[in-house]
């Protein structure tokens, strides 16, 4: 049993292993049936990412600028191998403002962050169809916010799409006074956003020419999100609600807001999908007892939790690194909201990398199981006895708990 996981050097030895097996295309073999790569190291593809617009005719354009609800969707892919050494996508929100906010943020310095992909970088196909995960931003979020995540899962072969929410974007925030109506009207427009994506990717209308969604593999789909958008994964994931999409077979909310589930009448134990939580012991947004461990207590199937030590609400975002709290302040916003956004960046919360690399083990593992049959997974990586100090972790699932 491997008892500190994170260690690359097993993993380099199993890759060298394993090149002549695969071929020369990959370093190492993707998790599936015979396989449990380690899932907390950068999985054996190079990534891609590209921009979509989608757009929903029924809805309303929260902007009144098209007939529709039009919204920006980012997508990591597995790329060819020729991207791996190619130059990295960079994040830059001054580029990303839409026209409404162009001059708030004038003179702000946010930094521009790169994240672990290529622009446009081609498709590996050779090994598509992909199984799908898709991601919902949290609260005043935006589509990229988690990159280090979604970037992670899709190097360890998945296609993974998240939306910008509109109505309920970073750069809404910095454009409305009713913030808490913009949220309670997301709640509702979420799932519909998700589920218009993977209508999307079925019928082929996802991207011009339909590559990428020809690469999607619809009878394999898990639904992740931080915050809001962790809500949102429970949300769709509840039978016999308007927002459940019966295409999902795994879910993962990471720091989700769960208590206000029983004030739509979809309480977390309604949830039947195998269940990763996510959480931060020292979240000061959503408590932890309260969102995550009492959620985790409530679910009946198979379940997971992994509580990560001094971690904050952000430390799973990239929000730390783009330093938004010292922007809201320029921007106007109250020291309250700006403080927000500080929760999980300080001296006092576990460094922000390794906040990423606990929450891209164990959602990569959990997903490893559930989208590409990898069992051996669990009892080769989730092992309670496995677990660093820094985790606070249960499982209970068929062949291995940690409640009995």
């Not at 906040?355 to 049959?373: D, E, K, P, V």
């Amino acid at each position: 049993m491997h008892r500190h996981p994170w260690n690359p050097l097993p993993a380099i030895a199993l890759s060298l292993l394993l090149a002549t097996a695969c071929g020369e295309s990959l370093p190492f073999e993707p998790a599936g049936p015979e396989a449990a790569p380690d899932p907390g190291v950068t999985g054996p593809y190079a990534v891609g990412v590209r921009t979509v617009w989608l757009e929903d005719p029924t809805r309303e354009d929260p902007y009144g600028e098209a007939a529709g609800r039009r919204f920006k969707v980012e997508v990591w892919y597995p790329a060819v191998e020729e991207a791996r050494d190619a130059a990295r996508d960079l994040l830059d929100l001054h580029a990303e403002a839409p026209p409404s906010v162009v001059a708030a943020l004038e003179g702000v310095s946010i930094p521009r962050v790169e994240q672990p992909a290529v622009r446009d970088a081609a498709l590996h196909e050779k090994d598509a169809p992909y199984p799908v995960i898709v991601f919902s931003h949290g609260n005043g979020g935006i589509r990229a916010q988690s990159f280090s995540y979604t970037a992670h899962l899709a190097s360890h072969g998945y296609l993974v799409v998240s939306a910008d929410h509109v109505g309920n974007t970073l750069f809404d925030f910095l454009d409305v006074t009713d913030v808490t109506g913009n949220t309670l009207n997301s709640i509702f427009d979420r799932p519909e956003d998700l589920r218009l994506m993977l209508d999307a990717l079925e019928d082929g209308s996802f991207d011009p020419g339909g590559e990428l969604a020809a690469a999607a593999d619809l009878e394999r789909v898990g639904v992740t999100g931080h915050s809001l958008g962790g809500l949102t994964s429970l949300y769709v994931s509840q039978p016999d609600q308007s927002a459940f999409d019966a295409r999902y077979d795994a879910a993962v909310p990471v720091t989700p807001a769960t208590e206000v589930l029983a004030l739509l009448a979809a309480p977390v134990e309604g949830v039947e999908l195998p269940l990763l939580y996510v959480g931060a012991t020292a979240d000061q947004t959503l408590d932890y007892q309260v969102e995550t461990v009492a959620a985790y207590e409530k679910h009946t199937g198979h379940r997971a939790m992994a509580g990560v030590v001094d971690a904050g609400h952000f430390s799973f975002s990239e929000i730390c690194e783009l330093e938004l709290g010292e922007a809201a302040l320029a921007l106007g916003m109250s020291e309250d909201i700006a403080g927000l956004l500080e929760d999980g960046c300080g001296p006092q919360n576990i460094p922000v990398s390794r906040a990423h690399t606990l929450n891209n083990f164990y959602g990569t593992a959990w997903f490893n199981i559930y989208l590409r049959g990898s069992e051996l997974t669990a009892s080769e990586w989730l092992d309670p006895a496995a677990a660093p100090a820094d985790v606070e972790y249960r499982i209970d699932r068929p062949g291995l708990s940690s409640e009995r």
